[in-house]
């Protein structure tokens, strides 16, 4: 894979109504720049793109997925299960995305990325967070490299630690693990993602609580830095 050239970059916003997650995103990104963090609902920020986490359907049916379908209308729902159902057959693994338009001025895009398989599924004890995080923000790799500049700015919700029952100290953690291998690395391959994610954070239930993983990624294929 060749390197590509690097791009601007990108603020992120990470928001939730959840104050617990919010302090476990202050811990664990304390070091992270670049990163804003908010108590907060996702629809009051005026970013590029929102990541939604979903299931691999795409049914907007609960939580962040539900409200942000009315915010948007019933269409957006439809976008993504076209790009779902076009892109993988109708079932989007849980470490894939998808980046489809909003239909909006704010925001441009959605990226709808599954935590978990069908709805209401606890995740609390898998890798699913890191890998839904990792993989959202590889879409926004892909859509800049498609159309440059497109998505130059993104809000993220606390991933799994509602719905999903994930531990907010766990969903910060595995976050931010999914946000650094943004920063020094495409992927091209959504299996070749999954399975540096899993083979490096296989054993992460040993580490203790507060210990983040930074992935190292495939040899030679690093991106450039922001």
């Known amino acids: 894979m060749t390197v590509k050239r690097a791009q601007s970059p990108l603020e992120v916003v990470l928001t939730d109504i ?51 379908k009315r915010y948007l209308g019933a269409g957006i729902q439809l976008r993504v299960q076209r790009a779902i159902r076009d892109g993988f057959a109708g079932s989007l693994p849980v470490g894939s995305a998808v980046c489809v338009p909003s239909g909006a001025v704010n925001p441009k895009f959605l990226i709808s990325t599954p935590t978990m398989e069908t709805s209401s599924q606890s995740v609390r004890e898998t890798l699913n967070v890191a890998l839904a995080c990792a993989a959202a923000f590889q879409a926004i790799h892909r859509q800049n490299d498609d159309v440059p500049g497109s998505i130059r700015s993104v809000a993220l919700v606390g991933m799994g630690a509602r719905t999903g029952r994930v531990p907010a100290r766990v969903c910060a953690n595995l976050m931010w693990t999914g946000y650094t291998l943004f920063q020094d690395h495409s ?29 190292a990624p495939p040899p030679g294929r690093s991106r450039s830095r922001r």
């Open 18 to 68: 959840n104050a617990e997650v919010v302090e476990a995103w202050r811990a664990a990104f304390a070091d992270t720049p670049g990163i804003e963090i908010r108590k907060g609902s996702i629809l009051d920020e005026k970013v590029d793109a929102w990541v939604t986490p979903t299931n691999s359907r795409g049914r907007m049916d609960g939580g962040v997925d539900a409200a942000i």
């Open 187 to 215: 992927f091209e391959d959504d299996d070749e993602l999954r399975a540096t994610i899993t083979a490096q954070l296989d054993d992460i239930e040993k580490a203790p609580e507060g210990e983040r993983v930074r992935i």
